[in-house]
């Protein structure tokens, strides 16, 4: 995909269009978030309402949407980018734990084998005169000569290497990342601060080979930029050898050194991409120092009588107004107004310290009290609309009477016997209501014996 967006045949003239962009639109004085909003018209309106705009707004527009689609397309850039070294690194480090524990497993399984070995100095059939070179056959027969150096480590408790073997996993990657990540590299432009300026060289010389069509194990080791490496990388960056002098740079594994410190500088936001919307400075957010030489003409264009006058008299007069509100706030404290601080001692001892509110405060037994009010006074409305929908509901409304205080059944409710849904006598099937009297507790209607009333349904 990134390769296809390289050689898009629109590409170079989408990259005119916005180097034309970035004149025009700064002479225009538009902040970036106007141009951000401009762009967003052309994808709201529709093609044939853009057409019959005037030509110079639509052309506006359309000139604004290419230049911030050409930094959205660099976001993705570098957001891919971003995820991909992050994703080679999580890979690697997951290999190293598995040879890391691959590694203790055999050391331990091979503990045996090198009790064997370490018994052949005791064993008294072999006589002194013996020659060592034979002694050692029969070590490599009880233990492969590639396992001696792990069981020794792990006899000694050498704790295993797994930064040697996460570089040593990157260069069996070196085919995925110069597909995938080469690419991205080169079609973008990094800046970055002076303190960046090691990881920058190293940047530029890798962009400029790569531009070039060049592959980096064609130049001379010493050519490289070295001032990346650190202490604790720096020796996993050449290969093994017994003399320091015939120790190599791998190449390989400075190229992904250098995409991965990028990477970390890019999220950091040392390293800023300035043809973008999210990776760019934070100088560029900034005015214009051009603009910025007449500062006067800018704080008037703001409008904000504060910034034009001078710093010593704004900082006067905001120190006058706090010792006004710190005279203000001391002399209610002394009067007694303020209800929540209290005052102890006289004279040079006197202390003041905050009231705290206790558990049995007042007020919050006031709060509870309206609180439980509120709750009574709901339940009455509940009960009242209660019996207002039975009377309405029972067949006989209006035939209630108040006896003391209690609601009473009529004289027509259910006589004969106690079904769940017995018939009335005037034979309307309606099922009887249970009345509740004032006390809350309820009120059967009459029947002829109690068991009557005892199976009748809640």
Known sequence: MVSCVRRWPGANSLSRLYEFGQTFLASAGLSNESVKYYASLVQFYTVYKLQRMAVPTARLYLLCFAFHRFRQINDNLIEAFIHLVGQYEQQAKLASETSAIKAMTEASTNLKAAGQVLNLFLDQS????????????????????????????????????????EWAYYGTLHSKFKLNLRHLFCNLDFAGLVDDAPLLEAVAFLQELLRQG????????????????????????????????????????????????????????????????????????????????????????????????????????????????FERVNQRIENGDNKHIKITGTGDKRRWSLIYPSEEEPHQQSVLRAVAQHRRRRLVAVRRRKDRLSER??????????????????????????????????????????????????????????????????
């Open 393 to 458: 509901l029972h067949p006989c409304s209006g035939a209630l009477r108040e006896t003391g205080g209690r609601s009473a059944p009529c004289s027509c409710l259910h006589r004969r016997h106690g079904h769940q849904y017995g018939p009335l006598e005037d034979g309307g099937g309606v099922r009887p209501r249970l009345l509740v009297a004032s006390d809350d507790r309820p009120q059967f209607p009459a029947g002829r014996d109690a068991a009557r009333r005892q199976r009748w349904d809640w």
């Open 214 to 325: 060049k592959s980096p194990r064609q130049v001379k080791h010493a050519d490289f930029p070295t001032g990346i490496f650190a202490k604790g990388v720096q020796r996993y960056m050449y290969t093994a050898a017994e003399k320091r002098k015939d120790k190599r740079l791998d190449v390989d594994r400075y190229e992904f050194l250098v995409y991965r410190l990028l990477r970390n500088a890019l999220e950091a936001g040392n390293i800023y991409v300035r043809d973008s919307n999210d990776f760019r400075s934070f100088e560029d957010d900034l005015i214009r120092a051009e603009r910025w030489r007449d500062k006067d003409a800018v704080l008037r264009e703001i409008g904000a009588p504060v910034l034009l006058a001078p710093i010593e008299e704004t900082l006067a007069a905001f120190h006058a107004d706090l010792e006004a509100k």
């Open 126 to 165: 072999i006589a002194d005169r013996t020659p060592f070179s034979k002694i050692k056959q029969k070590a490599f027969a009880l233990l492969d000569p590639e396992r001696f150096a792990l069981v020794a480590d792990y006899m000694r408790d050498i704790e295993f290497d797994k930064t040697a073997c």
